[in-house]
Nanobody
Framework: QVQLAESGGGLVQPGGSLRLSCTAS????????MGWYRQAPGKQRELVAA???????NYADSVKGRFTISRDNAKNTVFLQMNSLKPGDTAVYYC???????????????WGQGTQVTVSS
């Protein structure tokens, strides 16, 4: 099985920065797209940013120019650098990875447990 371990959430003032990390472990043959989603109270989970295995990136319009996603393939880790944070960024942030555990397996999406990000003065 594959597990995703997230870290880096917390409380920050508006305008501040946080860096989230997510590392995949377990039986891993290959990892395809890695990404971050978020869910605010009363709202649906939404894509924040994603980075496929080719290194290209895509972002939600609401975070473009403020957030940067990157990955370290050697460490099976994805990062989300969040700058110029706003109260509207407050949410639980979830890591997602599409993983093939064995060469014979189909790629499957895996979720982390979530990490709280609160932006407040």
């Amino acid at each position: 099985q594959v597990q995703l371990a997230e870290s880096g959430g917390g409380l920050v003032q508006p305008g501040g920065s946080l860096r989230l990390s997510c590392t995949a472990s377990g039986i891993i043959f290959s990892i395809y797209t890695m990404g971050w989603y978020r869910q605010a109270p009363g709202k649906q989970r939404e894509l924040v940013a994603a980075v496929p295995s080719d290194g290209s990136t895509n972002y939600a319009d609401s975070v473009k120019g403020r957030f940067t996603i990157s990955r370290d393939n050697a460490k099976n880790t994805v990062f989300l650098q969040m700058n110029s944070l706003k109260p509207g960024d407050t949410a639980v942030y979830y890591c997602n990875a599409v993983v093939r555990s064995r060469w014979s397996d189909a790629p499957r999406p895996t979720w982390g447990q979530g990490t709280q990000v609160t932006v407040s003065s």
